[in-house]
């Protein structure tokens, strides 16, 4: 009930960035005095909105990234031509799970299922593939597989990394060209960097 020990326990908790420990103190102090110190009602205020900031900012670091909902996944992929799948990855394709070659095969069948199981399923299957490695001349479809998901869930830095690696280990990628455009557009960059245009009037 000691109302200046309190104020002065509460500055020193903000002094070191205890906020949620100042805000408790000062707001202690306030319901004691009923109100009626100025400065202590701007001290809760000021500490409410630090410590908000502060849960916004952890809550956003450490939220889990997740795919859309699997109808807007799959207008988003129906947009680009399909096209069979590459050489080598067709689903009779005997191909050990326990392989790269294997898990993008695995990601082409899950990704024709359209629903949220098999679009979670694809982009692990594409994330796996690129860990396991030994892709050949797959390496960069996979690129382009795995930043595509990772652009539909949001983490579009990391899906630009992966599309440009797509096209410099094939700079004939089309469909890269056109996402990458459109994720650098969505990012807010004023310049796109395209280096090869010519491709880009067939991709769609």
């Known amino acids: 009930m000691y109302v200046k020990a309190l ?26 005095d009923h109100f009626r110190n100025d400065q202590t009602t701007q001290s809760v205020e000021r500490l409410l909105k630090k410590v908000a900031e502060a849960k916004g900012k952890d809550m956003l670091a450490n939220k889990e990234k997740k795919l859309p909902s699997p109808t807007f996944v799959t207008n988003y992929l129906q947009a680009f031509r399909p096209k069979p799948p590459p050489a080598g990855l067709e689903e ?35 994330d796996t593939a690129l860990e396991l490695g030994d892709l050949g001349e797959h390496e960069a479809f996979a690129y382009n597989m795995r930043g595509t998901f990772r652009y539909l869930k949001g983490d579009n830095e990391d899906a630009v990394a992966d599309i440009s690696k797509s096209l410099e280990l094939d700079p004939k990628l089309t469909q890269s060209y056109i996402k990458r455009a459109s994720m650098h557009l969505e990012m807010g960059k004023s310049r796109i960097s395209l280096s090869h245009t010519s491709p880009l009037t067939s991709t769609r």
């Open 92 to 126: 009779t394709a005997q191909l050990p799970d326990d392989s790269g070659k294997g898990q993008l095969k695995k990601g082409l069948i899950a990704l024709r299922m359209r629903t949220s199981g098999g679009y979670t399923e694809a982009s692990i299957a594409f």
């Open 7 to 32: 104020n002065r326990r509460a500055n020193a908790y903000e002094q070191v960035d205890r906020n949620s420990e100042a805000l408790l103190d000062y707001t202690a102090s306030a319901i004691i």
